[in-house]
């Protein structure tokens, strides 16, 4: 795990099978079956990290020699809340990981004029005191991004109980992140240069909803 000193609400997971599976990813010749298996497998990877602090409890079991206190997960199960429509293809691999989850959407587009993100659907899981993680895989302006966390604290979610992913970021969105929700910690595979003029993050890997669906 690495870190950046600009910004301390950063995680960059760059584990080697991590970071092998986003250059090929970056690679425009990669096809969409390829970039959407290793988006998953990333995902799946990513959210092992992740998820290292949930809290446990025990239970008693019997192994087939002898009775033991068997370890296992507490509390409610994990939201995993993907904005729409690329971050579907990252929680496909978080629910490889934990296929109990329960699963939210969050539907946003950009406003044409003002470049502001506008929500058409909101739908998930009860808050209680449930780990949600918000996922996009391009923190580009961090507008979503911001937006999609401002739709979970007002279903009443704690910030302490928020984690966003993201695959690739770029530094202007994870600033946005900071200024706006500085408790909630973000989780990227890899932080890149910057944004072009045309907000899409340099040398990012295009736009990630075409390539996941092939729509490009
Ligand atoms: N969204 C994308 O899909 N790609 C970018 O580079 C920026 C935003």
Redesign the pocket.
């Known amino acids: 795990m690495a870190y950046d000193p600009r910004f301390p609400n950063l995680h960059i997971l760059d584990h080697p099978l991590i970071v092998h599976k986003l250059s090929h990813m970056r690679n425009k010749k990669t096809s969409t079956k390829t970039f959407r298996q290793l988006l998953r497998e990333i995902a799946l990877l990513m959210g092992y990290e992740i998820t290292r602090h949930l809290p446990t409890t025990s239970e008693k079991i019997e192994t087939p020699i002898c009775p033991m206190d068997a370890t296992v997960l507490a509390g409610k199960k994990t939201a995993i809340v993907p904005i729409l429509r ?1 971050g579907l293809g990252m929680a496909d691999g978080l629910l490889e990981l934990m296929p109990a989850a329960r699963v939210g959407h969050i539907g946003m587009y950009r406003d044409p004029v003002t470049k502001r993100p506008v929500e058409y659907l909101r739908k998930l899981p009860t808050a209680e005191d449930r780990l949600f993680i918000l996922v996009d895989p ?1 923190l ?1 302006t961090g507008y979503s991004a911001a937006a999609g966390v401002d739709v979970l604290l007002d279903h009443n979610v704690l910030p302490e109980n928020i984690r966003f992913m993201a695959l690739v970021a770029a530094p202007e969105g994870v600033q946005v992140m900071l200024d706006t929700h500085p408790d909630v910690t973000v989780y990227v595979a890899g932080l890149d240069e910057k944004l072009n003029e045309k ?3 340099v040398p ?1 890997l ?4 075409d390539r996941l669906y092939g729509t490009l």
């Not at 295009?206 to 909803?209: N, P």
């Open positions: 690329a391009m580009a907000a899409y993050i990012g295009g736009d990630a909803g």
